[in-house]
């Protein structure tokens, strides 16, 4: 029997097999049966996602883009019948313009069917279809039948004429000493930055013209060396490094290059200067007498100087010994600050009277930060016993040599060259050193204007013992005569220089000496001490200093005699000191960092920002906080450390609008205002910036004009 679920099963005709008779006569015969099959189901739009290209171009129809399919109706079958051609650009079949207006989904699986954008400034194009599938009326689009044709929009992007812009150039100078010990400087998007809307940061290229002409750029992440390109992700990655030549003195290189996008779009060559510094002694060898006292050596840097550089200093003892023969500064590193050029590292030269043999020792700088070494980093000083009072020198016979040799030694202790801010040499009050018209003289030599009774018959004498000290040094500075003494000498001192007539005549650092003083006692390092007048009328028993205590007087010393004690400016008042003191400062704050209030200070200026990003700093960079002002005192000084330029301090309302407090959590007991306190701040408003005379005024803590801070932090002793 056959069933009608087997035939419509049945893949072939189906044949029914049947026998006829009459009783007499039998007939056996074959009933066929044709089955035909039935369309009934439609065409399905599964896919019309529309087209984009750029202006000008071609590109495929893709099955990812339009797409339909039936059930039973092979692809070759389903058919695409155009109802409104495109009117910006052509279609083509097979690589020829589309003629009969139709094709197949088969055309389209095979990547047969292409549109092409003739260009210009139209971006919108489109074309109309209804699909067949030769057997049924009508298509489903989005679970609807129709059977008016539907768009498939093709959208043309304007073509990408336009460059990538440069957004900033500035000259590389920070110096990394890396782990192998080269020396490199990253160039990063903090220095070089290019932009394009139209372009992804991996697709704007530097193309280099030019590579470097004394170092050479390398990637980090893949170790290669550097030749054609790198892209601006390369740039934000950090990854891009410039490796200095170590086997070259140079301070600087350039390299040329260019910025394009994808489609050959090209900017302006440009040039990138990349600069830095080198650090070394300005001389290798020194000779110095065992009495001269201080022997400053100098440290130089040249090349590019508007950073702050850090170079350390190693003593070796080879004969010499630290303590012994010699002493140095607690401080094992050389600061530049920016712009400075030259700087001084004292060495105290120990005199114990005995004869012996020359001294030797060796000093080594090494660990530079922001700077390269130079060829120049170890400096011999060898040290000549006075042997009866006189320092003879090793090669006195030749006597060129020896005169050379007494200008070095004048060089190496001119005052002029000793250094007023290097750790651990105190300064007494001084004048402004001679300029280099002014011949500066010692042990015998004879100054412009003097005679050789003058510089013989200047002396300073103590009353009570009859001693005469002679001065080491003796130089003019304008109208006035400068006289070094080296050593402490407690005892009442006046000029034995003059007649009786003419003793008024105010040359020690004392003034109006009426009884025996005791001066403390200064470390080794620091034995060397200026004269100056004082203008000042005595009030009693207080202090009479010379001048107000300024930033411009900071370091320098003043010994009232009337009461026997000694006062250091430290830049805002005159403050007593003693060795005790010097060595617990000495120990405090470390370089770069300045006490006061109990707290050490120190100004930013490697870096803008805002308040937000100031304060983030302070925690994060210097572990510290945003600088809290205890007093008008504390605030002058503070504005005179930022260099009497607007800067960030600690206080704000930001958790509670009119309730200010400092960062750091210390309770507000002094406010600067420039107008009194701000009553209704405006949004946002709500951090404060000293500025015009170090007067505070609200401003954005995290929009605005960028700004140096001071970071402090409280010192624990």
Known sequence: MVTHESMLKAALPLFARFIISNGLWTKHGVFEITLETMDRSLPVVTRNKGLRLTEGTMSLLSPDLLQVTDPDTPAENITFLLGQLPQHGQLYLRGTVLLKHSFTQQDVDSGKVAYHHSGGNSQMDCFTFVVTDRMNQGFVVDGRVREEPVPFTIQANQLDKTAPRLMYLHSPSQVRRLKNGCYGIYITSRVLKASDPDTQDDQIIFKILRGPLHGHLENTTTGEFIHEKFSQKDLNSKTILYIINPSLEVNSDTMEFQIMDPTGNSATPQILELKWSHIEWSQTEYEVCENAGVLPLEVTRRGYSMDSAFVGVKVNQVSATIGKDFTVTVSKLVQFDP???????????????????????????????????????????????????????????????????????????????????????????????????????????????????????????????????????????????????????????????????????????????????KVAELPQADKVESTTDSHFPRQGHLPSFPRNCTAELNGLFHFEEGIQKLY????????????????????????????????????????????????????????????????SQHMDWLWDLGGRKPFWIGLNDREHGGHWEWVSGEPVVFTNWRRGPPKNSKPGRNCILAQQRGKWQTKNCHKGKSHHFVCSWKLEI
């Open 339 to 517: 712009g400075m050029s030259t700087k001084m590292w004292n060495i105290a030269i120990t005199y114990d009277g005995l004869e012996e043999d020359d001294e030797v020792f060796e000093v080594i700088l090494n660990s530079p930060v922001n700077a390269v070494l130079g060829t120049k980093t170890k400096a011999a000083v060898k040290i000549l016993d006075s042997k009866g009072g006189w320092c003879r020198p090793s090669y006195s016979s030749n006597q060129s040599q020896h005169n050379a040799w007494e200008k070095s030694i004048w060089r190496l202790l001119s005052p002029g060259l000793s250094s007023p801010t290097s750790a651990g040499s105190p300064h007494l009050e001084r004048r402004p050193p001679p300029s280099s018209k002014q011949l500066a003289v010692t042990r015998g030599d004879t100054p412009p204007g003097f005679d050789s009774m003058d510089l013989s018959q200047r002396k300073l004498r103590s009353r009570g013992n009859g001693l005469a000290v002679r001065p080491s040094s003796v130089y003019r500075n304008g109208t006035d005569i400068i006289y070094n003494y080296h050593g402490m000498i407690s005892l009442k001192l006046e000029d034995d220089s003059f007649p009786t007539r003419k003793r008024k005549t105010k040359v020690p650092v004392t003034r109006q000496p009426q009884k025996t003083i």
């Open 568 to 631: 250091q400016c430290n830049g805002i008042a005159w403050k007593t000191w003693s060795p005790q003191t010097k060595d617990k400062e000495d120990q405090s704050c470390p370089d770069g960092w300045h006490l006061h209030s109990g707290y050490c200070h120190t100004l930013v200026t490697e870096q803008k920002g805002t308040w937000a990003m100031a304060t983030q700093a302070c925690r994060e960079q210097h572990l510290g906080s945003l600088v809290t002002v205890f007093s």
